[in-house]
Antibody, heavy 119, light 107 residues
Framework: VQLVESGGGSVQPGRSLRLSCAAS????????MHWVRQAPGKGLEWVSS????????AYADSVKGRFTVSRDNAKNALYLQMNSLRAEDTAFYFC?????????????WGRGTRVTVSS | EIVMTQSPATLSVSPGERATLSCRAS??????LAWYQQKPGQAPRLLIY???TRATGVPARFSGSGSGTEFTLTIDSLQSEDFALYYC??????????FGQGTNLEI
């Protein structure tokens, strides 16, 4: 049972990156999924959430209009398209699996992928 | 929007002693509260959910309590591997966006 993020890297402000999260060991399309980021030396910041069927999607105000979350249940994959990147988007980005039922805590996390936005 | 506040920011405790970490919600979240542990360079790990239920594989020295707006994570007989960052999160509403700012448990 694991989540593995990829797609991070160093980019200039204003450019784009697409993060991926590969899920394995569980029935991916049974669960909502989330992106959480952590800037250097800072705490955890929720970024985005998507329900199992992509029917409901939510974004933090800090990324709304610039980031787009999506999933491909056939490929057991979660994505985060990040456009118009800013220096303040520099962080480790984690994908996280939501627990089942009405308890919406995150019971599985990936190891993260680093995004650096700098000129 | 519910704001989660953790205290203290840093807690210095000796191995073998007890650590008590606090988390306060700006309004009631019932029992919908989780705790995560994060070690340097690692992803967060779920420790406690529903205020007091230990996640699979979490040692019994970790316990959670509280309800409404006041919550506590207690770690008895601290081991060297317990020194880490700890975050609380409420999930009373979806999406579960609110984390506390963290408590750094140091030796």
């Amino acid at each position: 049972v694991q989540l593995v993020e990829s797609g991070g890297g160093s980019v200039q402000p204003g450019r784009s990156l697409r993060l991926s999260c590969a899920a394995s060991g569980f029935i991916f399309d049974d669960y909502a999924m989330h992106w959480v980021r952590q800037a250097p030396g800072k705490g955890l910041e929720w970024v985005s959430s998507i329900t199992w069927n992509s029917g409901t999607i939510a974004y933090a105000d800090s990324v709304k209009g610039r980031f787009t979350v999506s999933r491909d249940n056939a490929k057991n994959a979660l994505y985060l398209q990040m456009n118009s990147l800013r220096a303040e988007d520099t962080a480790f980005y984690f994908c996280a699996k939501e627990s089942t039922g009405i308890s919406w805590y995150f019971d599985l996390w990936g190891r993260g992928t680093r995004v650096t936005v700098s000129s | 929007e519910i704001v989660m506040t953790q205290s203290p920011a840093t807690l210095s405790v000796s191995p073998g002693e007890r650590a008590t970490l606090s988390c306060r919600a700006s309004q009631s979240v019932g029992s919908k509260l989780a705790w995560y542990q994060q070690k340097p360079g690692q992803a967060p790990r779920l420790l406690i959910y529903d205020t007091s239920t230990r996640a699979t594989g979490v040692p019994a020295r970790f316990s959670g309590s509280g309800s409404g707006t006041e919550f506590t994570l207690t770690i008895d007989s601290l081991q060297s591997e317990d020194f880490a960052l700890y975050y609380c999160q409420h999930y009373n509403t979806w999406p579960p966006r609110a984390f506390g700012q963290g408590t750094n448990l140091e030796i």
